[in-house]
């Protein structure tokens, strides 16, 4: 990408299990393998993109409560991770009090944005936020200081339902805190070919969203579950299958919609 790009993207749906942290983590690294420089802010209290990073506890000494407060730049706070280019600000349980801890000042949904305005941010080509499973503080947060959207929608029945939240979500956010929020895409997680409810769920989405919908389908794939055991992202774990590879694919989708965007 062109040098001096940096993107800010918030991979959010208010529901837990759809595939959030498991996109932030291989889109960060199939990103990262393409040659781009990619921070990914774990905002989720669970740490799992840090967990499935390799990023132990201990190791966790500055983290993305010290950036919401304040305390701690981007660069002091970024761990360099087992893939080239790809690093992280960790998340620790610290998390679940700053809803509380900023709750009475008139900024704190700017905290995240104040963070990554600053200069040492524009290091990193692509921001990856992985947000919590629900509309707090933190996911508005995200919302605030991104420049688009990535929305993981698992395959199946109430897929449809939860997405219109969403959307609606994202268009109080441009009426209130971030009107530039752009959709960057829709990405289809947890196929089933065999399952006729999967598919119906991929026509339906594409009935309703059309182009913002990634033509790339991440399949339900046991390596791809696997791989965090391992603190491993799949596309170390297990390069080869077919969830790793359309994470490779659902990377080249994103980039040339980046590209598309700064051509227009
Ligand atoms: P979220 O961050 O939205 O809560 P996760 O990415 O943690 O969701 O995924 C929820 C669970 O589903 C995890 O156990 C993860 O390993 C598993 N999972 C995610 N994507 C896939 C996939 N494509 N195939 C199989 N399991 C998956
Ligand atoms: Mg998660």
Redesign the pocket.
Same mark, same amino acid.
């Given at each position: 990408m062109s040098a001096g790009h940096n993107r800010i993207i918030t991979i959010a *749906?208010q @529901?837990? %299990? #759809? %595939? @959030? $942290? $498991? $996109?932030a983590i291989n889109l960060a690294t199939a990103l990262a393998a393409i040659g781009e420089r990619v921070l990914i802010i774990d905002l989720?209290p669970q740490g *799992?993109a840090s967990t499935g990073l390799g990023i132990g506890r201990r190791d966790r000494k500055l983290s993305s409560y010290d950036l919401l407060l304040g305390e701690s730049s981007v660069v002091e706070a970024a761990l360099e991770t087992a893939v080239p280019n790809l690093y992280i600000v960790p998340s620790t349980m610290d998390l679940l009090g700053v809803e509380m801890e900023i709750a009475q000042q008139s900024d704190r949904v700017f905290k995240l944005r104040r963070a990554l305005t600053e200069a040492s941010a524009g290091a990193f080509s692509y921001i990856l936020l992985?947000c919590p !499973?629900s509309f707090n503080l933190l996911t508005m947060n995200a919302m605030a200081a991104a420049h688009s959207i990535l929305v !993981?929608l698992q395959c199946e029945f109430f897929a449809l339902e939860g997405l219109s939240q969403l959307l609606e979500t994202v268009e109080q956010v441009r009426r209130s805190v971030n009107p530039a929020l752009d959709i960057q895409g829709i990405v289809l $997680?947890?196929f089933d070919a065999r399952n006729n409810l999967s598919q119906q769920v991929v026509n339906d989405v594409r009935t309703h969203l059309g182009d913002k919908v990634y033509h790339t389908l991440? !399949?339900?794939? #046991?390596r #791809?579950?696997e791989a !965090?055991s391992y603190g491993k992202p799949a596309i170390l774990y297990d390069l080869k299958c077919a969830?790793s590879q359309a994470y490779l694919q659902l990377a080249s989708e994103v980039i040339q919609r980046e590209r598309r965007r700064l051509a227009a």
């Amino acid at each position: 990408m062109s040098a001096g790009h940096n993107r800010i993207i918030t991979i959010a *749906n208010q @529901k837990g %299990g #759809v %595939g @959030k $942290t $498991t $996109t932030a983590i291989n889109l960060a690294t199939a990103l990262a393998a393409i040659g781009e420089r990619v921070l990914i802010i774990d905002l989720d209290p669970q740490g *799992n993109a840090s967990t499935g990073l390799g990023i132990g506890r201990r190791d966790r000494k500055l983290s993305s409560y010290d950036l919401l407060l304040g305390e701690s730049s981007v660069v002091e706070a970024a761990l360099e991770t087992a893939v080239p280019n790809l690093y992280i600000v960790p998340s620790t349980m610290d998390l679940l009090g700053v809803e509380m801890e900023i709750a009475q000042q008139s900024d704190r949904v700017f905290k995240l944005r104040r963070a990554l305005t600053e200069a040492s941010a524009g290091a990193f080509s692509y921001i990856l936020l992985d947000c919590p !499973p629900s509309f707090n503080l933190l996911t508005m947060n995200a919302m605030a200081a991104a420049h688009s959207i990535l929305v !993981p929608l698992q395959c199946e029945f109430f897929a449809l339902e939860g997405l219109s939240q969403l959307l609606e979500t994202v268009e109080q956010v441009r009426r209130s805190v971030n009107p530039a929020l752009d959709i960057q895409g829709i990405v289809l $997680t947890m196929f089933d070919a065999r399952n006729n409810l999967s598919q119906q769920v991929v026509n339906d989405v594409r009935t309703h969203l059309g182009d913002k919908v990634y033509h790339t389908l991440i !399949p339900r794939n #046991v390596r #791809v579950s696997e791989a !965090p055991s391992y603190g491993k992202p799949a596309i170390l774990y297990d390069l080869k299958c077919a969830g790793s590879q359309a994470y490779l694919q659902l990377a080249s989708e994103v980039i040339q919609r980046e590209r598309r965007r700064l051509a227009a």
